[in-house]
């Protein structure tokens, strides 16, 4: 049996296994759309709760931006998507997280209901296109994001600022601790900056971007519409500029103080937007930090 570290993003689902890793954009429609590529294969189609989902993006891809995501049945398909795109098998063993804010309570317990509540989450049914069920897992952990990261980091006493799709988590570590009272987290992240680059833009074109055009454009810094090319690579760095400032001054009041750990280390799929901008000199970004937490997700499991 296999074991699998599953980091379920707002923005991307990250895995991890024992030879590899890999990722799926967390896009997602309502409704079992039989579509066809070039390629000529058939669109992923899954049922789970009563509900059909169609893996993609389009111009009605459904908003991963709300609390209750991680036990969601949106969140069910895309994880289960991106763990059989990469060979996951029956009894498959499977270490996710979520996030110190919800993983503890503001005592310092770990919050067991919120736990509990993310293992049910995956071992409810989901049928493929076929209504035929996909393989369940034999076990399923719950770890903290962010901590999760420190079993794939060398470091003693570190600063750990996981900034994600739609969040950012801040913890301090010391002494084989967590120390809550500098430990918390903000609904701010890569979407913000998209947001931010989406206001910048808006006034370039006749009629607002859809949602999935603003997703590319901010990706790729450059967009065609209606078959004009337009560079947005200077709006898209003054966005990242904007929000990263917001995320220091945010993770600044959480860490209270950075001067006693040995570094500030950066994970998520928003870690690289940030050096630029660093206010403190020991900051670094972790050796691969889009997949750092399912990675340290994976060395729990093993």
């Known amino acids: 049996m296999e074991a699998w570290g599953l980091d379920d993003g707002f923005g991307e689902i990250k895995v991890a296994w024992a030879n590899g890793k890999g990722a799926i954009p967390s896009l997602v429609r309502p409704g079992a759309r039989l579509e066809l590529g070039k390629d000529g294969q058939e669109n992923a189609i899954y049922h789970t709760e009563g509900q059909s989902f169609t893996m993609g993006g389009g111009v009605d891809t459904l908003n991963t931006r709300f609390d209750g995501y991680e036990r969601s049945a949106m969140n069910r398909v895309m994880s289960f998507h991106a ?22 309570r503001s005592d310092g317990s770990i919050n067991k209901e919120a736990v509990a509540a993310r293992k049910i989450s995956l071992q409810v049914e989901v049928l493929d296109a076929d209504k035929k069920p996909l393989p369940k897992p034999g076990k399923i952990k719950v770890v903290a994001q962010g901590l999760a990261a420190l079993m794939a980091l060398d470091c003693g006493s570190a600063a750990i600022l996981d900034i994600g799709a739609r969040t950012m988590d801040a913890t301090v570590f010391q002494d084989g601790r967590i120390l809550m009272d500098r430990t918390g987290g903000r609904n701010l992240g890569v979407m913000d900056m998209q947001a931010r680059f989406a206001e910048r833009i808006a006034g370039q074109f006749a009629y607002p971007l859809e949602s999935h055009l603003v997703y590319r454009a901010f990706r790729d810094g450059r967009i065609k519409v209606m078959g004009k090319e337009y560079d947005l690579a200077a709006d898209r760095q003054a966005a990242i500029q904007d929000v990263s400032l917001n995320i220091w001054q945010e993770a600044a009041s959480v860490f209270k103080t950075v001067q006693d750990v040995d570094t500030v280390v950066l994970i998520g799929g928003g870690a690289s937007f940030l050096m630029e901008s660093s206010p403190w000199p020991h900051v670094q970004v972790a050796d691969d930090p889009v997949f750092a937490n399912a990675q340290g997700m994976l060395a729990y499991g093993l």
């Not at 996951?88 to 110190?100: K, R, S, Y």
């Open 83 to 104: 763990l059989l795109s990469h060979g996951f098998a029956e009894g498959d063993t499977i270490v996710t997280g979520l996030p110190v804010r919800l993983y503890f």
